[in-house]
């Protein structure tokens, strides 16, 4: 907790790691409305320039719309998903059962700190809106790189404490200044990470180095398991 400001400090120590009933429910009605939905999609479709195929763990994955989306633009991945909070795996097991892709996409309860797979089960581990969430971030990172494949990719997205105007302008055109402003004092109540403390989290994990880039309004954190 120490890259955090002592407001984010405190904001995190009550923040809840899970997301617990009933917010789940409030969650998974927010993200099928249009704007989350084409965010998914420009997630899957960054995802989709890292890995195309073979096997692929979404960590905090919540009502699974980003493995839903994944199996659409790429069918030949192997999905898989956990999420610490029980009621949120059960959400994504209807969603995912409502898509007709039961038996498809796998789903389980899990903690990004201790993941339920053994040692290079996955060619890409993913995450989205879940890092500020975690307790132990360094640890989870090193169960990413664990259950890697040597030359996979972890690709860990959310959102920033100090997104720069020009992506918010940018997102502007397409979703309008309103959402933009709702997005922009979001930020005041969660313990998002900014670009920089995001940037040194790396070099404290195995991965030793990462890179950042922007898919919509989600900064990326790029890290590869070297071979
Ligand atoms: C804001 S939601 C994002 C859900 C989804 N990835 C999305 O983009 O819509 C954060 C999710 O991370 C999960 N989570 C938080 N801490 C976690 C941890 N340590 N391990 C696994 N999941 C976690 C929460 O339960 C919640 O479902």
Known sequence: ????????????????????SPGTKLYNKISKTG????????????????????????VGMGPGWLLIKLHKQSPALHLH????????????????????????????????????????????????????HWKEPVRALNEIHRVLKHGGYALVYDVLSDTPQSVLNEAAREFGRLRMLLLWLHAFEEPFYSR????????????????????????????????
Do not use: W
Request: charged letters at 20%; proline letters at 5%; glycine letters at 8%.
């Open 35 to 58: 704007i989350f939905q084409r965010n998914y999609d420009l997630l899957a479709q960054d995802i989709l320039r890292h890995c195309k195929e073979g096997n692929c763990l979404d």
């Open 1 to 20: 907790m120490a890259h955090l400001t002592p407001f984010r400090r405190l904001l995190k120590l009550f923040h809840p790691e899970g997301i617990p």
């Open 81 to 132: 998903g956990i999420d610490i909070s029980p009621s949120m795996v059960e959400k994504a097991k209807t969603n995912v059962r409502t898509a007709g892709l039961a038996g498809i996409i796998d789903l389980k309860t899990g903690d990004a700190s201790h993941i339920p797979y053994g040692d290079g089960s996955f060619d890409a581990v993913v995450s989205t809106g879940s890092i500020h």
């Open 196 to 227: 920089q403390t995001l940037e040194m989290l790396p070099e404290k994990s195995l991965f030793k180095q990462g890179s950042t880039h922007f898919a919509g309004v989600l900064c990326c954190l790029a890290m590869k398991k070297e071979t």
